[in-house]
C-alpha cells in the first residue's frame, strides 16, 4: 500500500482552526514534575483534540488526541489511520526505509507477524519465565540491598525489565548495558539521539548477521531464518523487526515499574497492605498500569477524516497518548487515584485493536515479580531526595531518576 503524503513543511496546515492551535511541546516536558500524569490529566478540561505545532514527531505540527473514546476509535479504525512511519526513523536518519515490524505495519499484512510472534508471548511461555524473573530480580535486589541505598533507574528497573526479554529474544544478559542504553536514551529526546538511532541500526545489522543462516535460539533468530509466504525475510525487514524487539519492551517495563516503587516509596500503608498478599500486588499492577500509563503511540490519516468535529487531512500526524485515555474522567471515576478497591475497567495502557501490545502479560508478570520480590527482601524504604524529582514526557513517560534509601540488607 502506498505511504500517504507526509509533507515536511514547518508550516501550520491550513485546515487547522486557530482555536485549538495549543503551545505545548509534547515531547519536551520535563517540567511537569515528577507525576506529570496529574498535569496532563488538566487537558481534559480544554478541547478534546488540539493541535500541536512542529515537534520532534513530526515538523509540521501533530493533532493531540485527549479523550479515551477517541483514542480508542483511532487505534481501531485501520481505514482512515496507518501506523507507516510511525517510529520518526525516517524523519532522523536520512534514506532509512525499514519498516519497524510488527508496529509499522498495516492490515493485511500485519496479522502473519502477530501470529508468528504470538507463541514467544503465551501463558505457558511467560509462566515458564517465572524463576528466571525471579532470580535476575533477586540478584539485582542482592546487589542494591547491600548498599543501603541505590538509583533505582539506572541500577534496578531496566535490569529487571530486560531479564525476561533476553531469553525471549535469544540476548545475551551480560550484554544488557548495550540494549538498555539504546531505548532508554533514545526516547528522552536528547541531543545525540541521530547518533544512538544510527548506532542502534547498525547493531541492528549486526545481529542480524550474527543470526542468519544459523540455529541460535530466540524469537530474533527464529524471525530471520524462517520462511514467511515462501520467503525468508529480506535484510530490510529483518533489520526493521530486530530494531522494534530494541525499542519495545524495557524502557516501558522500567518506566511503569519505575512508578510503582515510587509509589510504595511514598506509602507505608500501601506497602504493609502488598506484604501480605500475592493477589493485591497483581491489582496494584493493574492500579499502576492505568494511572501511570507510560506509552503514546501515534499514526498517520490516510484518508481524510473527521474525528469528534476535527476534520483530519490525509498525512496529518495525531499524537494519542494512553495517559490521557486513562485519566478521562468520562472513562474512570477518580482517574487521578491510585485505588485498588477499583472496578476493573478497559485500560487503555497496552493500545486496542490490532497493535495492542504482545508483551503485555510479560510486562504484567515481571512488574509483579519485582515488586513482591523487593517488598520481601525490603519492606520499607523511602526516597532519598531533597530536590524534587523529575520524570520525561515523549513516546515513553520515565522518571529520570529515583534515589531510594533503607536498612542494608
Ligand atoms: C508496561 C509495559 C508496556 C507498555 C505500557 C506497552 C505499551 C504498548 C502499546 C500502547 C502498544 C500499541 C502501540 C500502537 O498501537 O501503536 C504496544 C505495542 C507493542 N508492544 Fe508493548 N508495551 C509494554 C511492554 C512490552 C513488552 C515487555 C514487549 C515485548 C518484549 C512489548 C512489545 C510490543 C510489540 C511487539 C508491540 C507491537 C504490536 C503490534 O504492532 O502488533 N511491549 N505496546
Not at 482555536?19 to 515528577?34: F, K, N, R, V
Not at 479523550?67 to 482512515?80: G, L, N
Not at 539485582?140 to 541505598?149: P, S
Not at 494519542?320 to 478497559?346: H, I, Q, T, W
Request: proline fraction near 5%; include cysteine.
Amino acid at each position: 500500500m502506498k505511504s500517504p503524503d507526509i509533507t515536511r513543511s514547518k508550516m501550520i496546515p491550513e485546515h487547522v482552526p486557530k482555536h485549538l492551535l495549543a503551545a505545548i511541546d509534547w515531547y519536551g516536558m520535563t517540567e511537569l514534575g515528577s507525576d506529570p500524569f496529574v498535569e496532563l490529566a488538566k487537558l481534559h478540561d480544554g478541547e478534546p483534540i488540539i493541535f500541536v505545532g512542529s515537534n520532534v514527531r513530526n515538523s509540521h505540527g501533530s493533532w493531540l488526541i485527549t479523550r479515551e473514546a477517541d483514542i480508542r476509535t483511532i487505534v481501531m479504525d485501520t481505514d482512515h489511520f496507518t501506523s507507516e512511519n510511525i517510529s520518526g526513523f525516517d524523519q532522523v536518519i536520512e534514506g532509512f526505509n525499514n519498516k519497524l515490524i510488527p508496529t509499522e505495519i498495516d492490515p493485511p499484512d500485519h496479522a502473519a507477524y502477530r501470529t508468528f510472534m504470538a507463541p514467544y508471548f503465551s501463558p505457558s511461555r511467560i509462566n515458564g519465565l517465572d524463576q528466571i524473573m525471579r532470580d535476575r530480580v533477586r540478584d539485582i535486589i542482592a546487589q542494591v540491598g547491600l548498599k543501603g541505598k541505590c538509583e533505582f533507574m539506572s541500577e534496578a528497573t531496566y535490569y529487571m525489565a530486560i531479564a525476561p526479554w533476553c531469553e525471549i529474544m535469544g540476548m545475551r544478559y551480560d550484554e544488557a548495558d548495550q540494549w538498555i542504553r539504546f531505548p532508554v536514551q533514545i526516547l528522552q529526546y536528547t541531543s545525540d539521539r541521530p547518533k544512538l538511532m544510527a548506532e542502534m541500526i547498525e547493531s541492528a545489522k549486526s545481529l542480524y548477521l550474527e543470526r542468519k543462516d544459523t540455529n541460535m535460539a530466540g524469537l530474533i533468530a527464529h524471525f530471520i531464518n524462517t520462511p514467511s509466504g515462501g520467503q525468508i525475510p529480506s535484510e530490510a525487514s529483518a533489520i526493521g523487526f530486530i530494531i522494534f524487539m530494541l525499542i519495545a519492551g524495557v524502557d516501558t517495563v522500567g518506566g511503569t515499574l519505575g512508578f510503582a516503587m515510587k509509589r510504595l516509596a511514598e506509602d507505608q500503608k500501601l506497602r504493609a497492605h502488598l506484604t501480605k498478599g500475592k493477589d493485591d500486588v497483581s491489582i496494584f499492577v493493574e492500579e499502576v498500569l492505568r494511572r501511570h500509563a507510560v506509552v503514546s503511540t501515534n499514526r498517520y490519516v490516510k484518508k481524510d477524516v473527521s474525528i469528534a468535529g476535527v476534520q483530519m487531512r490525509c498525512g496529518d500526524n495525531i499524537i494519542l497518548p494512553m495517559s490521557l485515555a486513562n485519566s478521562d474522567p468520562k472513562a474512570f471515576e477518580r482517574p487521578l487515584e491510585l485505588d485498588l478497591a477499583r472496578k476493573r475497567g478497559r485500560i487503555m495502557t497496552f493500545g486496542a485493536g490490532i497493535h495492542t501490545c504482545i508483551g503485555s502479560r510479560l510486562a504484567r508478570a515481571v512488574i509483579g515479580i519485582a515488586v513482591e520480590e523487593w517488598l520481601a527482601a525490603i519492606p520499607n524504604f523511602r526516597i532519598d531526595s531533597e530536590k524534587p524529582l523529575i520524570a520525561r514526557v515523549g513516546d515513553v513517560i520515565a522518571l529520570t531518576s529515583l534515589p531510594l534509601q533503607y536498612e542494608p540488607i
